[in-house]
């Protein structure tokens, strides 16, 4: 009589162990690496101190305890951070201001602040502008390169537009005279001034043109289990109240965005 080549006790004992060891392999499997990005635009992100801080910081490393992620989070220009993210892959950039035509270009997950595009002029020429009519679509405008502030000004009729690198650059030259518009998001007005030596008094908004809803963005190849995660992450930060805390410590006067979103091409 044959015999099996293995008894079954051993047989049952050796598929235990294999399916013991795919289940490890699946679990210890680390998140996939990304190489995150951030601009210089206080609140949401800067340096203080010779250390990253800012709202939109804070709730990403908050995003990276919860999946035990360590991947540097790194300060660059915007036209830099923004290219890799469109060059990628495995590429992360915060905050990326949401746009029908950005959708097309990236993962978007979010929201995580809701801001304005505004334009803002020195305190107490408003009016004078105002009166302009049509007129005013003609006048000097500042804005950073590479921007959804700058497109949008472009977008809504402004021809004149003075490009800058950062937006303390562009809040300078205002402060300077050299032009008396200057379009940015609505959260980082009071910071960006602050940083350049000057208050939020001495500017008043002229008109806001647009809603901007603020997102984390990935490369369009980023793997859909990366995403996931990210996502996950976030519906736990909010569901659990982190990120309203986080929210609320940075921007005191605005309302934390609820909903979470996963915008893909």
Known sequence: MLRPAHPPSLLAYMLRQAITLLAFCFVSTPSHALTIYTESWPPISYMADNKLTGMGVEIVQALQSRMENKDPIQLVPWVRGYKALLDGPDVMLFSVGRSSEREKLMIMLGPIAISSTSIYTRKGNAERLLALGDGIYKQAIGGYRG???????????????????????????????????????????????????????????????????LYLAFSAQTPARTIKEWEEALIWLKKEGHFQKIH??????????????????
């Not at 008396?180 to 350049?196: E, F, M, N, T, Y």
């Open 147 to 213: 921007s959804i502030f700058a497109d949008t000004a472009a977008k809504k009729g402004f021809s004149n537009i003075d490009l800058a690198p950062t937006p303390q650059m562009t809040a300078t030259k205002l402060m300077a005279k050299r032009f008396d518009l200057w379009v940015d998001g609505s959260v980082v007005i009071a910071s960006v001034l602050k940083d350049i030596g000057h208050s939020a008094n001495e500017v008043e908004k002229v008109m806001t043109l647009d809603s901007l809803e």
């Open 248 to 265: 609320r410590k940075w921007l005191p006067n605005d309302v934390p965005p609820p909903e979470v979103n996963v915008l893909r091409p």
